[in-house]
C-alpha cells in the first residue's frame, strides 16, 4: 500500500493523544462519583462482562485510526479484469520523409494519419507510438491517455538514415514489457511460464495485438525489415502497413546533395504478407477503418493503482457508528 499524501500520517500521532485524554476524563469522572456516593464495592464482574464494555472504546479508537489513514489517501495495487486491445503506432522518422511527393510533406502526411487513429480510438485500446530513423526509439509506452500519445506524434520530425526493422523490433520490445506488467492467469493469454524453446504463433493469431507502420517503406540501414517482420509473425503480431508517397517519387536536396527518394510498395507489401496483415496507402484514404477493423480485444488482467481514501473514510465512520451505538445500549452515553 502507498499513500498519495503521507505527510498526513502524522495524523496517527492523535489517536493516542486521543485516547489518553479519554482516559484521564472517564477517570475524572468515576473519581466525582465516588466522591459523591462513596467508594463502591468492587463489582464482581466477569471477563466476557469486562470485554463488551470495553468494545465501544476500542471500536472508536479504530474507527479514529482507520479515518486517520484516509487523510493520507492510501492507494493499492488491485489486479482488474479488462477487454483490452493494443495498438503500436510506428511511425518513419527519416531524412525521406521530407519529402512533398505528398502534401505537405510525408512526415505530415503520416503524422495526420497518426493523430486519426488516436482520436477515434475504440474504448479499450492502448496506443503506443515508435519513431525509427536509422535505429528503432520507443517514444511513448503503450497507453489509454491520448494526450500524451498525440503530444509524441505531434513533435516527430524527420532525422537520419532508416531503419525500418529497427522499428519494428522497437515495437516489439515496447510491446513484451506492457505484457510484463499483466499477472499471468487465466482472464490473459500469456502463458504463466516462457518454455525453454518458445514454439512460434501461427502468423495473425494474436487478433488484440496489432502494429501500424507508417513510411515510405524506404530501407538503407540493417536489420532487414522482413527478419523483423518474421518475429512479428512469430509472436503471432499483424503489420498494416501504410504508404507515405507515390512511386513516381522526389528529389531531395539533402546538404546540397540531391537525393531521389520513392515508395517502396514491394517491402510493405511483404511486411504485411508475411505477418497476415494489410497494406494501403495513406494517401487519400481513411485508415481508421482499416486498422480497427482488423483489431481484436482481449480479457486480460492489469495491476492498476485504486485509491482506497473513500472505502476507509466509509469504514472509519461504520466503527465510529457502531461504537456510539454499542456505548449508548449498555451505559446510555457515547464511549
Same mark, same amino acid.
Given at each position: 500500500?502507498?499513500?498519495?499524501?503521507?505527510?498526513?500520517?502524522?495524523?496517527?500521532?492523535?489517536?493516542?493523544?486521543?485516547?489518553?485524554?479519554?482516559?484521564?476524563?472517564?477517570?475524572?469522572?468515576?473519581?466525582?462519583?465516588?466522591? =459523591?456516593?462513596?467508594?463502591?464495592?468492587?463489582?464482581?464482574?466477569?471477563?466476557?462482562?469486562?470485554?463488551?464494555?470495553?468494545?465501544?472504546?476500542?471500536?472508536?479508537?479504530?474507527?479514529?485510526?482507520?479515518?486517520?489513514?484516509?487523510?493520507?489517501?492510501?492507494?493499492?495495487?488491485?489486479?482488474?479484469?479488462? +477487454?483490452?486491445?493494443?495498438?503500436?503506432?510506428?511511425?518513419?522518422?527519416?531524412?525521406?520523409?521530407?519529402?512533398?511527393?505528398?502534401?505537405?510533406?510525408?512526415?505530415?502526411?503520416?503524422?495526420?494519419?497518426?493523430?486519426? +487513429?488516436?482520436?477515434?480510438?475504440?474504448?479499450?485500446?492502448?496506443?503506443?507510438?515508435?519513431?525509427?530513423?536509422?535505429?528503432?526509439?520507443?517514444?511513448?509506452?503503450?497507453? #489509454?491517455?491520448?494526450?500524451?500519445?498525440?503530444?509524441?506524434?505531434?513533435?516527430?520530425?524527420?532525422?537520419?538514415?532508416?531503419? +525500418?526493422?529497427?522499428?519494428?523490433?522497437?515495437?516489439? !520490445?515496447?510491446?513484451?514489457?506492457?505484457?510484463?506488467?499483466?499477472? !499471468?492467469?487465466?482472464?490473459?493469454?500469456?502463458?504463466?511460464?516462457?518454455?525453454?524453446?518458445?514454439?512460434?504463433?501461427?502468423?495473425?493469431?494474436?487478433?488484440?495485438? =496489432?502494429?501500424?507502420?507508417? #513510411?515510405?517503406?524506404?530501407?538503407?540501414?540493417?536489420?532487414?525489415?522482413?527478419?523483423?517482420?518474421?518475429?512479428?509473425?512469430?509472436?503471432?503480431?499483424?503489420?498494416?502497413?501504410?504508404?507515405?508517397?507515390?512511386?513516381?517519387?522526389?528529389?531531395?536536396?539533402?546538404?546540397?546533395?540531391?537525393?531521389?527518394?520513392?515508395?517502396?510498395? !514491394?517491402?510493405?507489401?511483404?511486411?504485411?504478407?508475411?505477418?497476415?496483415?494489410?497494406?494501403?496507402?495513406?494517401?487519400?484514404?481513411?485508415?481508421?477503418? !482499416?486498422?480497427?477493423?482488423? =483489431?481484436?480485444?482481449? +480479457?486480460?488482467?492489469?495491476?492498476?493503482?485504486?485509491? =482506497?481514501?473513500?472505502?476507509?473514510?466509509?469504514?472509519?465512520?461504520?466503527?465510529?457508528?457502531?461504537?456510539?451505538?454499542?456505548?449508548?445500549?449498555?451505559?446510555?452515553?457515547?464511549?
Amino acid at each position: 500500500m502507498t499513500f498519495l499524501w503521507p505527510p498526513f500520517l502524522l495524523a496517527l500521532l492523535l489517536v493516542p493523544v486521543g485516547i489518553w485524554l479519554a482516559v484521564r476524563v472517564d477517570r475524572r469522572r468515576r473519581g466525582r462519583v465516588t466522591d =459523591l456516593v462513596g467508594a463502591p464495592a468492587a463489582p464482581d464482574v466477569t471477563a466476557r462482562r469486562r470485554i463488551l464494555d470495553r468494545l465501544p472504546a476500542a471500536l472508536a479508537v479504530a474507527g479514529f485510526t482507520v479515518l486517520a489513514l484516509a487523510l493520507s489517501r492510501p492507494q493499492a495495487a488491485v489486479a482488474l479484469p479488462r +477487454l483490452e486491445g493494443t495498438l503500436m503506432l510506428v511511425l518513419d522518422v527519416s531524412g525521406s520523409m521530407a519529402a512533398n511527393d505528398v502534401a505537405p510533406t510525408r512526415m505530415e502526411a503520416a503524422k495526420a494519419a497518426a493523430l486519426q +487513429l488516436a482520436e477515434r480510438r475504440p474504448d479499450g485500446v492502448v496506443i503506443g507510438v515508435v519513431a525509427f530513423s536509422d535505429a528503432g526509439l520507443a517514444v511513448q509506452a503503450p497507453t #489509454s491517455d491520448m494526450v500524451e500519445v498525440e503530444a509524441a506524434i505531434r513533435r516527430l520530425a524527420p532525422a537520419r538514415g532508416t531503419s +525500418l526493422g529497427s522499428g519494428i523490433l522497437a515495437s516489439l !520490445a515496447a510491446i513484451d514489457k506492457a505484457r510484463a506488467q499483466t499477472p !499471468a492467469d487465466y482472464y490473459s493469454n500469456r502463458s504463466p511460464e516462457p518454455t525453454a524453446s518458445p514454439v512460434a504463433a501461427a502468423p495473425g493469431s494474436d487478433a488484440a495485438t =496489432l502494429i501500424v507502420v507508417l #513510411s515510405d517503406g524506404e530501407n538503407n540501414a540493417s536489420p532487414d525489415p522482413l527478419v523483423a517482420a518474421q518475429a512479428a509473425a512469430d509472436h503471432g503480431i499483424r503489420i498494416v502497413a501504410l504508404g507515405v508517397g507515390t512511386t513516381k517519387g522526389a528529389t531531395l536536396d539533402l546538404d546540397g546533395f540531391h537525393v531521389d527518394t520513392r515508395l517502396d510498395e !514491394a517491402t510493405l507489401q511483404g511486411l504485411a504478407d508475411l505477418t497476415a496483415g494489410s497494406y494501403s496507402l495513406v494517401a487519400g484514404g481513411d485508415p481508421t477503418g !482499416a486498422v480497427y477493423d482488423a =483489431l481484436a480485444r482481449a +480479457l486480460v488482467v492489469r495491476q492498476e493503482p485504486l485509491e =482506497l481514501t473513500a472505502l476507509a473514510g466509509a469504514v472509519g465512520l461504520v466503527l465510529l457508528l457502531v461504537a456510539a451505538g454499542l456505548s449508548l445500549v449498555r451505559g446510555g452515553r457515547l464511549p
